[in-house]
Every structure is written in structure tokens, then in C-alpha cells.
T-cell receptor, first 114, second 110 residues
Framework: DTGVSQDPRHKITKRGQNVTFRCDPISEHNRLYWYRQTLGQGPEFLTYFQNEAQLEKSRLLSDRFSAERPKGSFSTLEIQRTEQGDSAMYLC????????????FGPGTRLLVL | AQRVTQPEKLLSVFKGAPVELKCNYSYSGSPELFWYVQYSRQRLQLLLRHISRESIKGFTADLNKGETSFHLKKPFAQEEDSAMYYCALSDSFNDYKLSFGAGTTVTVRA
């Protein structure tokens, strides 16, 4: 297992288009997280799944954003009608449910909305 | 609301000199504090967490609840310590959400 993977690594799109990102967590990790990171800032929490259940969504996640984890394994993050302000690095992380819940991060998907 | 402040955006030290990265937090609950590091062209990874009370790569950090601080220290910086460092906080009970500071870029010069 090579860790958390994300696809694509880079995405350039035009304003108004829809984009979808995929995250594959470390196998047997039941927790999955999405964060967004803009230039000069630390990652900001977006949403969290425990198995297939989405348990919390940040206020940052507007109605244009939707995340799923249909079988409790990989997850997708979709942004509809992209805006220039959506340009950022989107990070995925996973962890197990044990006592030491270290979050392991993926390499991120860098989105540029033109 | 939980907030993490890293007052230094950039920190430059000479090899062999001590380095200290400041982190202050505000949170009314029971916090759990972390330091994450991102080396050039690598992904974000956990460096250490306060409950482990470990020294990782020569780094230590002490949680000071009175001063609401979790500063990261290393007595003798090495060139391979050059990286971006993020302080992060989560609630001990609702531990799924990390709140990160803005990060400090550390450059260790030969």
C-alpha cells in the first residue's frame, strides 16, 4: 500500500464547468477527510466520512460542492459550476478508528479555474 | 471556535543553531495539538503530537495550557529540516477535524 492517492493531481478548468476529484484512502482506514488549501494558508477542513456516512460538512462547503463515499472505500468530491475562488489545492486524508487517529494525507489535487 | 496562530511566516537559521517555531491556539475545549511537516515535493505528514510526548527527528514540543502554546523546538538545526511546518489542533472528543495554522517556512542555511 503506497498510502493515500488522489486523482487527478492537477486540473485546469473554465469557470462554470463541473469537476470531480477522487481519493483512495489507505485500505482498512474507515475515516476519510477532505481539506482545501489556498496559497499562503494551512489546510481547511471541508468534510469527513466514517465508512460511507458523511458526518460533518464545513460551512466552506457550499451547495455547489458534494462529496460521496459510496462503499466506504474511495471518495469523490464534485464541484459544480466552478468559480475562480474555487482555485486551490484539495487534500484528502484518511485514518483508522483506533486510539491513535493519525491522519495520513494524499498528494492533493491542484485546481485552477480560469 | 478553534484557532491556531503561527506568527512567523518565514524562519531562517544556520545549520547547528537552535530553532523554535511558535504556535498559539485558542480553544475552550480539550485540545489535542500536532505538528505536521511538508518537505519539498512531498505530502503533508505528521511530525509529532503532544499526547505522545516523543522526540521526532530531534524535535520536541510541549503543550503549555496556561499560555495556550505548543512551540516546536530543535536544539541543532540540520539542512534536511528545511520545510514547511504546520501546527494543528483538534478536539480530543471530536477528533476528526484538524484546524491548521498558516504555516512557517523554515530554511536552514549551511
Amino acid at each position: 500500500d503506497t498510502g493515500v492517492s488522489q486523482d487527478p493531481r492537477h486540473k485546469i478548468t473554465k469557470r462554470g464547468q463541473n469537476v470531480t476529484f477522487r481519493c483512495d484512502p489507505i485500505s482498512e482506514h474507515n475515516r476519510l477527510y477532505w481539506y482545501r488549501q489556498t496559497l499562503g494558508q494551512g489546510p481547511e477542513f471541508l468534510t469527513y466520512f466514517q465508512n460511507e456516512a458523511q458526518l460533518e460538512k464545513s460551512r466552506l462547503l457550499s451547495d455547489r460542492f458534494s462529496a460521496e463515499r459510496p462503499k466506504g472505500s474511495f471518495s469523490t468530491l464534485e464541484i459544480q459550476r466552478t468559480e475562480q475562488g474555487d482555485s486551490a489545492m484539495y487534500l484528502c486524508a484518511s485514518s483508522n478508528g483506533g486510539w491513535v487517529k493519525t491522519q495520513y494525507f494524499g498528494p492533493g489535487t491542484r485546481l485552477l479555474v480560469l | 471556535a478553534q484557532r491556531v496562530t503561527q506568527p512567523e511566516k518565514l524562519l531562517s537559521v544556520f545549520k547547528g543553531a537552535p530553532v523554535e517555531l511558535k504556535c498559539n491556539y485558542s480553544y475552550s475545549g480539550s485540545p489535542e495539538l500536532f505538528w505536521y511537516v511538508q518537505y519539498s515535493r512531498q505530502r503533508l505528514q505528521l511530525l509529532l503530537r503532544h499526547i505522545s510526548r516523543e522526540s521526532i527527528k530531534g524535535f520536541t514540543a510541549d503543550l503549555n495550557k496556561g499560555e495556550t502554546s505548543f512551540h516546536l523546538k530543535k536544539p541543532f538545526a540540520q539542512e534536511e529540516d528545511s520545510a514547511m511546518y504546520y501546527c494543528a489542533l483538534s478536539d480530543s472528543f471530536n477528533d476528526y477535524k484538524l484546524s491548521f495554522g498558516a504555516g512557517t517556512t523554515v530554511t536552514v542555511r549551511a
